[in-house]
């Protein structure tokens, strides 16, 4: 009856790790997300100043 309860107990913290593994990747992926957004946002500004520098430069 102990090693019983020690392995239902064993599984449920196999269990909770790894849905609390599973909430942080969730997490992870959308600051993911924010982060290639924000690149994406930034390399498009670059590359306007940048023809706006050749523009000033002709």
Do not use: C, G, P, W
Not at 15 to 25: F, G, H, I, P, T
Request: proline letters at 0%; aromatic letters at 2%.
């Amino acid at each position: 009856m102990f090693s019983e309860a020690l392995r239902i107990l064993d599984r449920n913290t196999a269990e909770l790790m790894v849905d609390r593994m599973k909430d942080e990747m969730e997490v992870l992926k959308a600051q993911n997300e924010e982060l290639k957004s924000s690149s994406e946002e930034k390399d498009a500004e670059i590359a306007r100043l940048k023809k706006l520098l050749e523009e000033q430069n002709k």
